[in-house]
């Protein structure tokens, strides 16, 4: 599977939950200001920063799995500030580096 910059196949802001807590005034979805974090709890069972990094990683798997993009840029596009940081998230999540993943699918 080929994508003409990486990015198309991913999640699109519009289909995420954060869309709620990020794009629309709390008013409008009858929240208070501090009930957007339970909102993300109990829609993906993990806290509001656990499902950001999920996200990420689950885009970074894909890119390094479907795409030749260099994985530190990959690490940036995805939102990580840097690398390193990518490599150890992804190490933990998945149990493997990024480059051996990637290695393991002939890219």
């Known amino acids: ?12 802001p519009e289909d995420s939950v954060l869309v709620l807590i990020d794009h629309q ?4 979805a009858n929240l208070n200001s501090h009930e957007p974090q339970m909102v ?6 993990l ?5 950001v990094e999920s ?4 885009a970074g798997r894909r890119l390094a799995e ?6 530190k840029k990959i690490a940036t596009d995805i939102g990580f500030n840097d690398d390193v940081a990518f490599r150890r998230s992804f ?5 493997t580096s990024p480059a051996a ?3 393991s699918f002939g890219s």
């Open 1 to 12: 599977m080929t994508h003409r910059n990486g990015l198309d196949s991913l999640p699109r």
């Open 25 to 28: 005034p709390y008013q409008l």
């Open 40 to 45: 993300v709890n109990n829609a993906t069972a």
């Open 47 to 51: 806290a509001p920063a656990d499902y």
């Open 55 to 58: 996200m990420r990683l689950e």
């Open 66 to 71: 479907d795409t030749s993009i260099p994985l």
């Open 91 to 95: 190490a933990r999540r998945f149990g």
């Open 101 to 103: 993943y990637r290695k």
